[in-house]
């Protein structure tokens, strides 16, 4: 069963660089997984942040940025706001109309 | 503008049933393949089924065999049907647009979500 890992929760200071990621408990993430990112606050929809690993949806912030890092699909943050204070779900396409999930990870910014 | 809005949530005994819709607007929905996730309270989101444009389906291994997406094009609506329902299966459930191959097989749109509730 494949299991895509996330850092349970991060902190980061206003103003400050967190770098957020995603990986496999078996084997590398890759571009081949159309890595995307999803941010989401409390009672709402998710909200798509990046998509093909590093390419930023309509209306997102230069702020954010994907890539791949190692063996995994990362999500940096540059300049951190208060209300980037969410929680952010990455999402690996594994072909063929299936998608995992990773647990997401609660960001605080203090 | 592009909408989606989940309905068909509510109150369930395990064992039960529920259907789901969601109804689409503000895009050509028989262009767009379409997914259902679904969210445990406090938990993180889980995808649930997918239904692409000509109706090639797949589904999580924890629903197979008990729920059943289908789509009609002619009402813009996406449907989940939810049959032999359990505790874990309790969770806000969003319909999602796929975008394809160019847009690495993304969510672009989300509804807001139907609550169901399994519980005795």
């Known amino acids: 069963q494949t299991v895509v890992t996330q850092e349970p929760s991060f902190s980061v200071s206003p103003g400050g660089t967190v770098t957020l990621t995603c990986g496999l408990t078996?084997?590398?993430?890759?571009?081949?997984?159309?890595p995307s990112w999803y941010q989401q606050t409390p009672g709402q929809a998710p909200r798509t942040l990046i998509y093909?690993?590093?390419t930023r949806s309509s209306g997102v912030p230069n702020r954010f940025s994907g890539s791949i890092l190692g063996n995994k699909a990362a999500l940096t943050i540059t300049g951190a706001q208060a209300d980037d204070e969410s929680d952010y779900y990455c999402?690996?396409?594994?072909?063929?109309?299936?998608?995992?999930f990773g647990g997401g990870t609660k960001l605080t910014v203090l | 503008e592009v909408q989606l809005v989940e309905s068909g949530g509510g109150l369930v005994q395990p064992g039960g049933s529920l259907r789901l819709s969601c109804a689409a607007s503000?895009?050509?929905?028989?262009?767009?393949?379409m997914n259902w996730v679904r969210q445990a309270p406090g938990k993180g989101l889980q995808w649930v089924s997918y239904?692409?444009?000509?109706?090639?389906?797949y589904y999580a291994d924890s629903v197979k065999g008990r729920f059943t997406i289908s789509r009609d094009n002619a009402k813009n609506s996406l449907y989940l049907e939810m049959n032999s329902l359990r505790d874990e299966d309790t969770a806000v459930y969003y319909c999602?647009?796929?975008?394809?191959?160019?847009?690495?097989?993304?969510?672009?749109?989300w509804g807001q979500g139907t609550l169901v509730t399994v519980s005795s």
């Open positions: 999602a647009r796929v975008r394809g191959y160019n847009y690495g097989f993304s969510f672009d749109y």
């Open positions: 503000g895009f050509t929905f028989s262009d767009y393949s």
């Open positions: 239904i692409s444009t000509s109706n090639t389906i």
């Open positions: 078996s084997g590398s993430v890759s571009t081949s997984y159309y």
């Open positions: 093909s690993t590093n």
């Open positions: 999402v690996l396409y594994m072909g063929n109309g299936i998608w995992v």
